[in-house]
């Protein structure tokens, strides 16, 4: 069912797990609006690294709706993320723009610390899940072994950074979804890309063409936050219903925590 906007626009339901998705149409005009995202998609469209920020309008009700260009392309396929350096070069330009970083720090980003971070993961973790062995055994890991973190080391990172949220358009590619953007330590978002798309043999690799040398250390670390990332997963496909996933999520982090 259509939702009239204004005398122009009209806007159309997209089925999400938010429920803020929605297709914009005004005659032969199509945009991607999404409802009180964050107002840092201005800056992010500017740098290029998700798509142009087309407007924004304040509704009735005190809602901020904002419309990027609407691309035609296709989400990355889980086997492709771990082999394109376009990804490695979108996530290097994220963690290091000063101008992202200035811009997040004048609306009040958050700095999520690690221990922050397990802490939201364990707070109203339905029962069933937290009482999992496994799931069990590894949040006692996570909190055992908080890595060390430097507040003004902190750089931007997007907080999401699963397939679903790569968009590749005429062989340009794009990141969306910022609902979770953040200060964080970037192995929050290398982590997630290593733990479920890139083998743990080849992570020395991969982190090299991103820049960082792989050192014992830094390998724990990164290993800590893939962790989170999936334990963060299973709790978030358990909300949904969708349990599918979150079973071959607890595959993927028992792959990751055997090795």
């Known amino acids: 069912m259509d939702i009239r906007l204004d005398q122009d626009w ?3 339901p997209i089925k999400g797990d938010t429920g803020k998705a929605y297709i914009g149409l005004k005659d032969d005009d199509k945009v991607f609006i999404k409802r009180n995202t964050t107002p840092m998609l201005a800056a992010l469209s500017k740098e290029g690294i998700t798509p142009k920020l087309v407007w924004t309008k304040r509704t009735g009700n005190g809602d901020t709706l904002s419309a990027q260009e609407w691309l035609d392309g296709r989400v990355l396929d889980p086997e492709e993320i771990g082999q394109r350096n376009d990804v490695i070069d ?4 994220l963690h290091h723009s000063k101008t992202l970083a200035q811009m997040l720090s004048k609306i009040g980003g958050q700095i999520m610390t690690p221990e922050k971070m397990v802490k939201e993961f ?8 937290a009482q999992n062995q496994f799931i069990h055994l590894v949040t006692t890991y996570l909190k055992k072994n908080i890595p060390t973190f430097q507040a003004q080391k902190a750089t931007v990172v997007h ?6 949220n790569w968009l590749v358009c005429q062989n340009y590619l794009y990141l969306v979804d910022w609902d979770s953007i953040m200060f964080a330590d970037p192995a929050m978002d290398i982590g997630t890309i290593l733990g ?4 743990l043999s ?3 690799h991969w982190l090299m063409r991103y820049g960082i040398h792989g050192s014992s250390e830094v390998i724990e670390k990164i290993y800590w936050y893939a962790l989170l990332s999936m334990l963060q997963e299973v709790k978030k496909h358990y909300l949904r219903g969708d349990f599918k996933a979150m079973n071959a999520e607890i595959l993927q982090l028992k792959r990751i925590y055997s090795e």
């Open 196 to 199: 479920h798309y890139v083998p």
């Open 159 to 164: 907080g999401d950074v699963n397939y679903r």
């Open 90 to 93: 979108v996530l290097y330009h």
């Open 202 to 204: 080849s992570w020395p």
């Open 10 to 12: 009209r806007m159309r």
């Open 122 to 129: 364990s707070e109203d973790l339905p029962t069933s899940v």
